[in-house]
């Protein structure tokens, strides 16, 4: 058993295929009109083409306006994607505008740094 596909709550998915592209580097996999407005829409990390697909699920069930706002008041990311230099992503990412809610932290073997999406979720970056 393996994660083929994971979602990521988003509140415009235009805006976070922009974001998740431009800002983080994924890279598109499938793009699917599901409907008037909604879209199957997933992107992977660039060097793992075949990899884990990461969602861009819309907001489509009322309850989960309520689990991602509830997420995002407390602090607590939705997520968390590996990076092999936390302190170097951090500072590419600053430069384009990325809000973070913290700098990078040594916390025991790993160091974590948590910033907003723009599509309403907190999320972790951690190096192992």
């Known amino acids: 058993m393996r994660i083929s596909v994971t979602s990521v709550m988003v509140d415009d998915q235009s805006r976070a295929l922009k974001f998740y592209t431009e800002v983080l580097g994924f890279v598109l996999k499938v793009d699917v009109p599901m409907g008037p407005k909604d879209r199957w829409l997933t992107v992977v990390a660039p060097d793992a083409p075949e990899g884990t697909q990461i969602l861009l699920e819309p907001m489509g069930f009322a309850p989960a306006h309520v689990f991602q706002k509830a997420l995002f008041d407390a602090g607590i990311p939705l997520t968390s994607f ?24 040594v916390m025991g073997p790993v160091t974590v740094a948590v910033f907003e999406d723009t599509c309403g979720n907190l999320i ?3 190096q192992v």
């Open 82 to 105: 590996g990076v092999d230099d936390c302190q170097a992503e951090y500072e590419r990412m600053v430069k384009l505008g990325v809000v973070f809610r913290s700098k990078p932290t």
């Open 124 to 126: 972790q970056i951690a």
